[in-house]
């Protein structure tokens, strides 16, 4: 059973950035290929980004493309998304989860393992 509690949020204005952190507990990080994704208010869930295990591969929605970064540490079994040139509709909360692989990236449905969320707001 891997714990995922996520940290980082909080409020910025548009054009700024964040850097939100996921830390695991209770398994074995580095088995894990890990994603982020968010939900706005009043919308579904959505993919945001998504890293292998080994950290050799990395997966983005088209919305974060070239904004957002996501990187792990697994000496440190933590998960990072950097976000820049942050965008009032990338307001949201941002979830960490972790999936064993195998299956496509994109899709929530992959994912084991789920973080509490971290809210995200960007004002114009």
């Known amino acids: 059973q891997v714990q995922l509690v996520e940290s980082g949020g909080g409020s910025v204005q548009a054009g700024g950035s964040l850097r939100l952190s996921c830390a695991a507990s209770?398994?074995?990080?580095?088995?894990?290929?890990m994603g982020w994704i968010r939900q706005a208010p009043g919308k579904e869930r959505e993919f945001v980004a998504a890293i292998t295990w080994s950290g050799g591969y990395t997966f983005y929605a088209d919305a974060v493309k070239g904004r957002f970064t996501i990187s792990r540490d697994n000496a440190k079994n933590t998960v990072y998304l950097q976000m820049n040139s942050l965008k009032p509709e990338d307001t949201a909360v941002y979830y960490c989860a972790a999936g064993t692989g195998g299956r496509s990236h994109y899709l929530l449905g992959s994912y084991d393992y789920w973080g509490q969320g971290t809210q995200v707001t960007v004002s114009s």
């Open positions: 209770g398994g074995t990080f580095s088995r894990y290929d």
